[in-house]
């Protein structure tokens, strides 16, 4: 039997410069940010989607709960090195699925 695989799923905040989501161009209150959501790949940085907190559910969450599903992975969402921590709305709850 295969060991369950552990995703970990990597995301860092945009320039604050920006005033609307690149995604689904929501108009950002003072303060808040689009996000990045990446992955490493031979030890470097590849930007999967751009979202703001408008678009995450259905720009990241939507397909992560997709995958894991059929996978049998737990998923876990962590903030690139030099990024600080996650918002509060950028999270989602452990998911882990028996693999089909």
Same mark, same amino acid.
């Given at each position: 039997?295969?060991?369950?695989?552990?995703?970990?799923?990597?995301?860092?905040?945009?320039s604050?410069n920006?005033?609307?989501? *690149?995604?689904?161009?929501?108009?950002? #209150?003072? &303060?808040? +940010?689009?996000?990045?959501?990446?992955?490493?790949? $031979?030890?470097?940085?590849?930007?999967?989607?751009?979202?703001?907190?408008?678009?995450?559910?259905?720009?990241?969450?939507? *397909?992560?709960?997709?995958?894991?599903? #059929?996978? &049998?992975? +737990?998923?876990?969402?962590c903030?690139?090195?030099? $990024?600080?921590?996650?918002?509060d709305?950028?999270?989602?709850?452990?998911?882990?699925?028996?693999?089909?």
């Amino acid at each position: 039997m295969a060991q369950p695989r552990e995703h970990r799923e990597w995301f860092q905040p945009l320039s604050t410069n920006r005033k609307s989501c *690149p995604t689904c161009k929501t108009k950002f #209150p003072p &303060g808040e +940010t689009a996000h990045a959501w990446g992955e490493y790949a $031979h030890a470097k940085w590849h930007t999967v989607k751009h979202f703001c907190r408008a678009c995450f559910d259905a720009e990241v969450r939507r *397909p992560l709960l997709a995958h894991a599903g #059929p996978c &049998g992975c +737990t998923i876990t969402l962590c903030a690139r090195s030099g $990024h600080g921590p996650l918002p509060d709305w950028l999270t989602l709850e452990e998911v882990s699925c028996p693999a089909g």
